[in-house]
């Protein structure tokens, strides 16, 4: 996979990761307030949700930057 130009500029690379911190926080908080609420079936969704996003962007980021 070749790596964007994002990934070699400190302050874009920060951008990445500061958007994704956000991200990954607001479907946690999302997943925790359904948890307290207890609304099974959204709380799964939420957390399916969660899931989804860590594999497909946290995991690929994290493997353009081993590259």
């Known amino acids: 996979m070749a790596t964007?130009?994002?990934l070699r500029q400190l302050a874009s690379h920060?951008?990445?990761?500061?958007g994704a911190y956000?991200?990954?926080k607001e479907?946690?908080?999302v997943?925790?307030?359904l948890y307290e609420?207890?609304?099974e079936?959204?709380?799964l969704n939420a957390a399916k949700a969660l899931a989804d996003?860590?594999?497909e962007r946290l995991i690929s980021h994290a493997d353009a930057e081993e590259e």
């Open 37 to 39: 609420e207890e609304r």
């Open 27 to 29: 479907l946690t908080d």
């Open 4 to 6: 964007g130009p994002a």
């Open 14 to 18: 920060r951008a990445i990761h500061d």
């Open 53 to 55: 996003y860590m594999e």
């Open 41 to 43: 079936e959204d709380c």
């Open 31 to 33: 997943l925790a307030q």
């Open 22 to 24: 956000g991200e990954a």
